[in-house]
């Protein structure tokens, strides 16, 4: 057998390496390709097919609540704990830029099917879009929020406040919006600021403003456990054919406030009542199916709500409360009619 000179054997192999590296990297493209193939399919495979997809939105109930600070938005997350179930019915809170533009988000965003409002919300629609009302129904009035005119000492009346520097509180809070459409009707026209209460009120114990304006459920701890100098009160607001629309007469107690109220005395004011609603869909609409559902569920477990664990405002709600202004959803007045629940039960 001839042999192939040394040189001559390392021109071949370099002639073959060349190859060599080229099938090397075919085959290790080939795996690559098939493990990449085969990854896609094992996460096919994890993903929800359509159908699962479907059964999983097709429960969903979308609920703007509010800003991520405010009583709505903890009422709805609340409320989602306890009517969960699974991909049967899936309640959904969402943060928004306050309960006041939770109307709005009910109108026109999409995925949303219910909302917590203050009622005096659709006086922003009142010219522009009076119809407004019979596209929005109620499922249940949650809790009143009281106003809280709270004035510095030399402030006498409602009327000394034209002219001084009033505070509502942030934008987005049920004081700023209610607040000032409120005033609006005394016909007070008040230097209006929208800074925290907290800063507000320290500016207000130093003269630099007159009163503070809060909306919300009574008590407020601010008033119960600030100390406060003599002839720092609440005033009086009385509840008569202006705010019949929206609002409801209220009162604010010596026991809720023993540090400004004197016993046997009581400050009249009035109330914004917060309620849950839900867009008017058609009856045998999905979406009209799911909000029925959740008003099934919701109100037939309304005493795991009251129970403790969860906000003290559960405890004081009638499920057969009504809303100024607003129809009852059909299924919730169903609901009622069905378990005989009247005003008064407790």
Known sequence: ?????????????????????MLQTA?????????????????????????????????????????????????????ARVVDDGTDLHLLPIVTRGATDNLNALLYLRGV????????AFEEYKIQAPQVRS???????????????FVRPEITNLQDLAGKRVNFNT?????????????????????????????ALEQMRKGEISAVVFITSKPVDAFVRGRWEAGFKFLPVHYDSRFEDYYLPATLEPN????LIKPGERVSTIAVSTALVAFNWPPRSNRYQRVARLVEYLFSRIDRLQAPGFDAKWRSINLAATVPGLTRFHAAQEWLDRNSWRAESP
């Open 27 to 79: 085959c290790l493209e080939a795996q690559n390709a098939k493990s990449t193939k085969a990854d896609v399919q094992v996460i096919r495979r994890s993903l929800p097919q359509e159908s699962e997809k479907d059964r999983v939105n097709a429960w969903t109930v979308g609920l703007a609540g509010g800003l991520l600070e405010g009583a709505p938005i903890r009422l709805a997350s609340e409320m």
């Open 135 to 149: 596209r929005i129904t109620y499922l249940l009035n949650l809790f009143p929020s009281e106003l809280h005119v």
């Open 256 to 259: 809720e406030y023993p540090n």
């Open 113 to 120: 099917d219910t909302a917590i409002i203050n009622s005096d």
């Open 171 to 199: 934008l987005g809070t049920a004081a700023a919006y209610s607040g000032p459409l409120i005033f609006s009707r005394l016909g007070i026209e008040a230097d209006k600021t929208f800074i925290p209460h907290q800063v």
């Open 1 to 21: 057998m001839k042999k192939v000179p040394r040189s001559h054997s390392l021109l071949l192999l370099a002639g073959f390496m060349p190859v060599a590296m």
